[in-house]
Every structure is written in structure tokens, then in C-alpha cells.
């Protein structure tokens, strides 16, 4: 991949362009980062909060063209923190393949809240463009299941370690692996 030719301003002005509208007051900085010798991308934004790591990155990085993404940003450490959020407390925060270990265990409590049946009873009730392009409907559900912050973030960790960071992804993409999981067990 050919090294980006634009200066850290112009990199920084493209990226507010593109993210701007999604994330109104998002703060963009572009600068070389010593600790890990690359361009950094950071930005300070309050959305993030209540966001893993992972969502941050989806929701700012899918603004940004794929093309421009390819010639401009491949290369670039990305940083998504809260307004007050220090790197370190950012890097601190659990990523989909710390919860590897855990996804067995996730996938039968899950199953034994006929999650992934009552997210698809809520999903089907929407039209297909009113769908949300994020875990609104299954955050919300996994809010009311009962279980506690911990197993909540873990099952979106498990969800995002199967590449699904939307509601219908959920679905799609983990449902078949996590029923396959709980069958082979039995």
C-alpha cells in the first residue's frame, strides 16, 4: 500500500468532512504518532460513550470512502475516544478477541434466553429502510434479558467477533454459528 501523500491538515479537514454529519462536534486530529511510528488518527467525540472499541471505529471508518480509505487511512493508527478518555483508559477497554475463550458459555446463555428468536420477532416487525444500521434492537434486548453489564458486553463482543456490528448481522452472520455451537454440544 503506496504511503499517503496528503499533508496531516489536508488528512485532518477530509476526515471532519466525512464524519462531521454523523458525529456533529467530532474533534479530528491528525498528527505522527512516537509510540507507534504512523500517522494517528484521533477522534474526540462524546457519542462514544457507552460504544466499544470496535463500534467506534465502524461507525467513524465507514464514512470515509473505501477509496480514499484504501490511498489515505489503511496504514493509520485509529483513535476513538471520549472528550476526557486518556489512550491509555482507551486501550485498557475489552476487544471481540479477548472474549474468545468465553463465546461457548455466551452462546448457551443466550440460547437459554431465546435471544436471538426475540430479536428476530422485534426485526421482522420493521420495515427493511427504518432498519438501524447498528445494535439499537439487540442492545436493547440484551438491556432487558437480565443479565448483568459484563455478560451484556461480552455477547456484543462475541457478536462483533463473528463480524456483526448490526442488528440483522446478528442474525445473519451469528444465530446460524451460535445454534450450530449449542447443537454439537447436546
Avoid at 483508559?89 to 426475540?118: C, H, T
Avoid at 416487525?125 to 438501524?132: A, D, G, T
Wanted: aromatic share 10%; hydrophobic share 40%; net charge neutral.
Amino acid at each position: 500500500m503506496a504511503k499517503s501523500k496528503k499533508t496531516h491538515a489536508e488528512l485532518q479537514k477530509d476526515l471532519l468532512g466525512f464524519v462531521t454529519k454523523t458525529c456533529p462536534g467530532v474533534d479530528v486530529e491528525v498528527t505522527h504518532s512516537d509510540r507507534w511510528d504512523r500517522t494517528c488518527f484521533t477522534f474526540r467525540w462524546p457519542g462514544f460513550a457507552g460504544l466499544l472499541l470496535e463500534e467506534r471505529f465502524r461507525l467513524v471508518a465507514h464514512l470515509v470512502p473505501p477509496d480514499y480509505f484504501a490511498a489515505h487511512c489503511s496504514q493509520a493508527v485509529w483513535l476513538e475516544l471520549e472528550p476526557a478518555e486518556t489512550i491509555d483508559e482507551y486501550l485498557a477497554q475489552p476487544r471481540s478477541e479477548d472474549i474468545d475463550g468465553k463465546v461457548p458459555a455466551i452462546w448457551k446463555m443466550l440460547k437459554e434466553k431465546n435471544f436471538f428468536g426475540v430479536l428476530e420477532d422485534e426485526l421482522v416487525r420493521i420495515p427493511m429502510h427504518q432498519c438501524p444500521n447498528d445494535f439499537t434492537y439487540t442492545k436493547r434486548l440484551l438491556e432487558v434479558s437480565g443479565l448483568n453489564a459484563d455478560q451484556k458486553r461480552d455477547a456484543l463482543l462475541a457478536f462483533m467477533r463473528h463480524e456483526a456490528y448490526t442488528d440483522w448481522e446478528v442474525l445473519r452472520k451469528v444465530r446460524p454459528i451460535a445454534e450450530k455451537k449449542q447443537k454439537v454440544k447436546k
